[in-house]
């Protein structure tokens, strides 16, 4: 007698399957950008850097902050999506107004100088593909990215920004080509090794600083308000019998997105790893120094695909920091806020991008090293991650703002740990 499965079963099986398919990918949204957005041409920068300098044994860097990075993610959005608000109107709210202006103050800075570094890459990469001015398509890719975010509809501009995601296959492409070691690589990814000195303390700060960035948490937060408004729906604080299955998306949503985010930068380590670590070439000043140096020991294919995946996830995170720098004010000053909002009635809102991605671009024009605006913005995520994360605990947990979607005590301990882990390796840093 053979097992069978009953025709009618093995349809509804399938059946299910597809459900669940098609239910994770609409679950797919802010947390799918966001994450995407982490892996910016800066963060290509700080990878491709990580690689060169220690070939793959910084891999476990992303086994180790994934679940930190879901956790502190998913309690970004559920403050936007039970409150209603985001993380600058709940701090204006709750907390003493000093606090808001430090967070804010150097979340623009943070996002300014890594607006400068990502247009820089992105108008170097385009030159190094089709050739002409490097000034001339930092200009316009700007301009590109400040068209769509300012009169294309946000339902429109979401849309383009998830299909703008798949640009960062191109890193799995790469690595196709790079002839890696996969068992250094796996060794690399699973056995934690640190040395407590400042250059490895720098890597450890930079690469935490790049995969969980404040920016991240105020934009996630601030989509999922936008997500309410363009659904019509209530905040889960006020319509709770929605909350199980938003939460349940919210969480779907941010452990593919940030899964997404950590596999490419590992992969974006390993070839690398597999190339200029491997032929002595340990030391890279931008993102597109990378993609460059990956021609001669991976072929022009290696080289041309690597550029153009700086290219994409440019167009993807410059309107994340941008956009994020809005919210951030316009929340600050009980502006008009959100990317769904016609601009005669968000006028500031507006401004702050316009302002932000022009203030970037005049960074990229000026002698200050891309590679160290880079360390200093990571920096500056270093030291401020931690204090805004021990801040959104204090939200998140807080019932007379969170009502009864107060989050769970799992969701709490693993995210006092990721806070910890970075005021940590920020205090490291100083320390070495």
Known sequence: MTDTVPAADAATNESHHFDSFGYTLKALGPGLITGAADDDPSGIATYSQVGAQYGYAMGWTMLFSYPLMV????????????TGHGIATNLRRHYPRWILNVVVLALLVANVLNLGADVAA???????????????WILAVALLSLTAEIFLSYSRYAAILKWLTLSLFAYVATVM????????ALRGATIPTLSFN?????????????????????WQSSQEVEELARKHRKPLCIAPRAAGRELKRIRIDTLVGMGYSNVIALFIMMATAATLFAHGVHTINTSTDAA???????????STVFAIGIIGTGLLAVPVFAGTAGYAVCETFRWN????RKLNTARAFYAVIVGSTLLGVAL????????????????VNGVLAGPLMVVMLLIASNKRIMGALTISWRLQTVGWIAALAMMGAAVGLFVT
């Open 364 to 379: 990229a024009f000026s002698p200050i090293p891309p590679m160290k605006a880079l360390y200093w913005s990571a920096v």
């Open 292 to 302: 460059k140096a990956l021609a001669p020991f991976a072929g022009r294919f290696a």
């Open 177 to 184: 080509v790079a002839h890696v070691d996969w068992a250094a």
């Open 337 to 340: 806020e959100g990317l769904d």
């Open 122 to 136: 992105m108008g170097d990469a385009v030159r190094m593909l089709v050739g002409g001015s490097t000034q001339v």
């Open 71 to 82: 956790a502190t993610q998913e309690i970004a959005a559920r403050i936007g999506s039970t």
């Open 198 to 218: 400042g250059p490895s303390m720098t890597a450890l700060v930079a690469v935490l600083g790049t995969t969980i960035s404040p920016y991240l948490f105020f």
